[in-house]
């Protein structure tokens, strides 16, 4: 069945959300006691509030914090008078937004693949380009002044063409030839396995291209670094993924031990392939040792078909998306993890672990953060295994209890949004050659995230 909150409870919390965001962020204190300001001009696809996927909560977490000590500029699609927009002004970004282009569907979609066959750009870099916003940018370049321009999604490289004089910096998210080779390997067809293997290697050649020409990157794992110097890549950086450790602590409230939770963005697809691994091969496993087990799924933007799947599961109940995740992370016993294609690292799992949550994930689920299993978390990642940890866990709070501490003391220390904002701003100053001269010392972050000036 689905449920989710009230659109008027909803649109209540969100706009008490911007009323007050102004002024508790002016409360707030500066990441370090520096004078000088750094003017940067931020390339993205859209703002990402409300931050409801990780890619959206990293984004808005470190320009919201930057932005109290830096002229963050940010050029992306967007609606003037969107909420959106009101709250991203209110954080104390200046903003240029380009008309939105429409989402490709039917014809439209088709019609695109189409035409991407004949161009050497993959489709998810083609997509993206419109000539508006590269004619933005450089009305933007030619009119203001600028220390630095940040490509914050690697496929908007292919914009950094128009910037001539100034330093710049991408932030990759993922290594994204990874995922499609991945994605490739998972794929049922002889027709999607050709499809994506291609758009795997057109998108590794257009990484190693923009990412050599950038005078720096920032990675979000040592993996990923280690993969694009192996490229030829010479300034990289890790600005690890993180967690607001002020916002996600652990509750009281009832947690229900019968109870697992999924909690994904349910418009990308390597969480609705994981999604589908839960449904049809781990959760039934879970049901047959533990038959009052449910599962919960929470996240934005489900698909049509997905709530009369569910309908025909037992045990499952469809959420859908909601305005806080934190009373559902309270409410479980287990956060189920069962990723098969990704890059980077899961945030969904810094915020369980922050609120004292028992996770198990597969290995490439917990690619890239610093835990180890049987000491933050349990790793599995047969259907078998998976579905018997799991078993473990909501049969034992004692054992939930250990991973959930061992993991909240794990992300205080490492993983807070400040430490990840002020490694950024690290390599912002350390790019613009005003590092030494501003007192901003390298960002101390573990062996795996050591800079490579």
């Known amino acids: ?154 496929v908007y490289a292919r914009f950094l063409g128009a910037v001539e004089r100034l330093p710049k910096l991408i932030m990759a998210h993922n290594v994204e030839s990874q995922i499609l080779f991945r994605r490739a390997q998972q794929s049922r067809t002889i027709v999607e396995r050709v499809f994506f293997g291609l758009q795997a290697r057109r998108m590794e050649a257009f990484e190693r291209e923009v990412l050599r020409q950038a005078d720096w990157v920032t990675l979000v794992t040592g993996l990923d670094a280690e993969q694009v110097r192996a490229w030829g890549v010479q300034r990289t950086s890790v600005v690890e993924n993180g ?38 091969d781990i959760f039934p ?22 709530k009369e799947r569910i309908a025909r599961c037992p045990g499952v109940e469809l959420v859908g998306e909601v305005a806080d995740v934190r009373p559902f992370l309270t409410r479980a016993a287990v956060v189920a993890v069962p990723l098969r294609i990704g890059g980077g690292s899961r945030i969904k799992i810094l915020e369980a672990l922050a609120m004292g949550k028992a996770v198990v994930s597969t290995s490439i689920g917990a690619e890239g953060l610093a835990v180890t299993d049987g000491m933050h978390l349990l790793l599995a990642d047969a259907p078998s295994d998976f579905a018997a940890r799991t078993v473990e866990l909501l049969k034992s709070s004692e054992e939930r209890l250990r991973l959930g501490e061992n993991g909240r003391k794990l992300v205080v220390e490492r993983y807070s949004w400040d430490q990840m904002a002020r490694a950024l701003e690290w390599a912002w100053e350390e790019l613009c050659g005003a590092g030494h001269a501003c007192g901003v010392e390298a960002p101390s972050m573990g062996k795996e995230a050591q800079a490579n000036p």
Not at 285 to 306: E, H, K, N
């Open 1 to 154: 069945m689905a449920s989710r909150l009230p659109s008027a409870e909803k649109e209540t919390l969100r706009k008490g959300q911007i009323a007050g965001l102004a002024v508790s962020l002016t409360e707030r204190k500066p990441i370090h006691d520096v004078s000088s300001r750094l003017r940067v001009l931020v390339l993205d696809e859209w703002l990402h509030y409300p931050p409801n996927s990780g890619r959206g909560v990293r984004t808005w977490s470190l320009l919201q914090r930057l932005a109290r000590r830096h002229r963050l500029s940010l050029l992306c699609y967007g609606d003037p008078e969107a909420e959106a927009a009101v709250a991203a002004r209110a954080a104390g970004l200046s903003l240029h937004l380009v008309r939105p282009f429409p989402a490709p569907r039917g014809a439209r979609l088709y019609g695109g693949l189409l035409a991407n066959v004949f161009s050497r750009h993959p489709y998810s870099v083609w997509k993206h380009y419109t000539k508006r916003y590269e004619n933005r940018l450089r009305e933007l370049l030619r009119d203001d002044q600028f220390d630095l321009v940040h490509c914050e999604c690697t």
């Open 243 to 280: 967690v607001d450790v002020d916002q996600f602590v652990p509750l009281e409230g009832n947690c229900d031990r019968d109870e697992i939770l999924f909690l994904a963005a349910l418009d990308w697809y390597p969480n609705l392939d994981a999604l589908d691994y839960l449904l049809k």
């Open 285 to 306: 496993l879970v049901r047959q040792a533990s038959p009052r087990a449910r599962l919960r799924i929470v996240g934005r933007r489900p698909p049509a078909g997905l």
